[in-house]
């Protein structure tokens, strides 16, 4: 029987047992070995991108222990194509034994590396033993197969970009800027949303970038929302949702639902005013130390987006607003005569970097005060100007 696709609240509750960075047999009993066993096999045949292995057919087994059960599990590789398969139907090319717990841990665990102790690795066959035996797609198999389990195949952004089509890298280069924000992140378990899922009003195309969080981040749940109905991009870890930016009651409900978020990138409909309302909208769902990324600001300076093309401090466009909250960084250092109306989030915008075309955003604590604004505001409270 071929085994259908993990599900997400599958995934979900393997990513919280492995929270502590260990976990008993129990837990996995509890949640039903064979269950644990298909979605951690669907997530390491994922990881592993088999696809451009051609070759022959090759069957590796895996046999995974849990208190006194082992579960059985087989992969079959054929020309790039992988499925899994409940039952052997051949004598596998190779046979790996492994603990369940230990598989779970480093498939979705925190990053510390998992040491494998309890792995061993067969090679059935007399074959082998006789020099010029030809094995080698059954070894490159079987060495992405576990190079992915234990983290050691680590693309960075720019090559998932690259992998799943997303124009942050190429086009735009926001990937190396991301890849400076995110590599601290890379291994926490992260709830990233993204607002523009692309492919417009196609349903079947778009998903670049969410495929890319995906696996960049490999214990993260990733979240899109699009104007378009995208469901068909759905899996495990990847969920769409349907939501107009300019609905700020729709944008509340989906960060109530599914925030709150270590990431939001905003790369919907760059239009500023929409910019703004999504803004004002999730930046309360971003939880303290996360961050909240605007890309292609540049249309700020473009009318057609309702951007200003006269007044670059114009506070309705996305630059002019983000010009603004640079004097909100410092808010409580800024003297009574400057008049600026404080906004809601200066006391929790901690840091902001702007790159071309892209800003990111800290969100973090920002109270602290020097004494001498204080004393320099009573001075002049007290001379009444
Ligand atoms: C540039 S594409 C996103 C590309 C994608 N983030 C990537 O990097 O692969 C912009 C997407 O924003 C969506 N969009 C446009 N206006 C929107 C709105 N008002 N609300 C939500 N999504 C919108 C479009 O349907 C389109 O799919």
Redesign the pocket.
Known sequence: MTVSPPRSGDVRALLTVTEPGHVADEELLALGTGRVARTALGELLHRARLSDLAGTRVTVEFRWGCGTEEVVLCLVVESGKAEIAEHPREAPGAIVTQRLAEVVLALYGPADPVPAATRELHWPGAELLRPGAARGTEFAIVHRLLAALDRRDRPGLAELAVR?????WGPHQYTRHYERHFAPLRDRRLTVL????????DPA??????R?WRDYFPRAEVY?????D?SALDGPRLTTVR?????RASLSAVAERHGPFDIV?D?????SA?TLATFEALFPHVRAGGLYAI??VQTSYWPVFGGNGTDLADPGTTMGFAKDLLDGLNHTELLDSHGRAPRPTDAELAGIHFYRNLIVLEKGVNTGQSPIADELNARLRRSGS
């Open positions: 799943h089509g997303s124009d942050k993204e607002v523009g899922i692309g492919g417009y009003g195309e778009g998903g670049a970038s969410l890319m899109g929302v699009d104007l378009w995208k939501a107009d930016q300019s609905d990138i790369d919907g409909s760059h239009v929409l890309e292609d």
